[in-house]
């Protein structure tokens, strides 16, 4: 999926190029014919990222919201594009540009009220000149959730994924585990300031430079040898910073890499309340240990 950087970098590229410009629309896979119906023939006025989410607006008030998810995929042409794929959703045509929108989790028309409601859900923005610092720290900061999964949660927080979770963590020597309701306000201070770095640079640059990675060999090709991480994609091999192996363990399904020497992970105490489990259990199994041993004693005796 997208992270942040990309849908920013989209919204600014198509802000710049397809604004002012009167569209056809068609939606050649049918699942958006009535919407298409409603954009043809209007002007693109403006178009705005927050998070991972994507929103036009159109003359007459006509609002447009794509989240790309996992699969979705937008293609632009500046003359003539060939024919769109079966599963373009919404294809934007004009004499000089033309987009192909494809495989989004969502495209739909919402109205004012629609988009202010889905935005309000939304977790504060790195990139967005008007995110608030104590209000994403109030989001985030709360609970026992751990702090790398925290950032993965759209409404704590929008526009971190998998990369930058991990990249931005090991940069601000922030234990994964962590749980965020105990992140201190300078910590936090300095997790923001990161991911505000890394998410604008990556938005200006299309990829993601982590600060004193090191390079990728000459072997790698493409946009895979433009990247550089720190720790993501990168266990078993040396921390950059102290030299220690790069860990990787599962988090809820999703890969999850760090140092644990320079980031602290076994340093974490676990939380008093699991450790409190952990003795009624403990207690309980006794419990049942010395009732077996006690109904044994007795049937040999009869």
């Known amino acids: 999926m997208p992270e942040g950087n990309i849908i920013h970098r989209v919204a ?16 050649p896979q049918g699942r958006f014919e009535d919407g298409a119906r409603v954009l043809s023939g209007r002007v693109l006025q403006a178009v705005e990222a927050h ?6 607006r159109f003359e007459g008030e006509v609002r447009l919201h794509v989240h790309l998810g996992l699969f979705g995929n937008i293609r632009h042409f500046r003359s003539e594009a060939p024919a769109p794929s079966p599963a373009c959703r919404l294809r934007l045509s004009s004499p000089h540009a033309t987009l192909h929108l494809s495989g989004p989790q969502a495209c739909e028309l919402l109205t004012a009220e629609d988009e202010a409601t889905l935005r309000a859900r939304l977790g504060e923005d790195p990139l967005r000149a008007e995110s608030s610092l104590e209000r994403a720290r109030e989001k985030l900061c709360r609970g026992r959730m751990p702090l790398a999964l925290a950032l993965l949660d759209q409404e704590r927080l929008s526009g971190v994924g998998n990369i930058l979770r991990a990249e931005a963590l090991f940069l601000a020597r922030l234990p994964p585990l962590l749980p965020a309701g105990t992140l201190s306000e300078a910590d936090f ?34 946009k895979k040898r433009a990247e550089r991480f720190c720790v993501y994609g990168r266990e078993g091999q040396p921390c950059p910073r102290c030299g220690a192996k790069v860990r990787r363990r599962e988090l809820a399904a999703r890969g999850l890499f760090f140092c644990a020497e320079c980031q602290g992970v076994d340093a974490v105490p676990r939380p008093r309340v699991a ?3 952990a003795r009624v259990v403990q207690g309980k199994r006794r419990d049942a240990r010395r009732e077996v041993k006690k109904r044994t004693a007795r049937s040999t005796a009869r």
């Open 189 to 222: 201070a300095r997790l923001w300031d990161v991911l505000q770095r890394l998410l604008s640079d990556a938005s200006r640059d299309g990829h993601i430079v982590t600060p004193g990675a090191p390079r990728v060999p000459e072997c790698v090709a493409g």
């Open 51 to 56: 998070g991972k989410h994507l929103f036009y």
């Open 12 to 27: 600014r590229v198509h802000g710049r190029w397809l604004s002012g410009r009167r569209f056809t629309a068609d939606s």
């Open 275 to 277: 450790k409190k489990k």
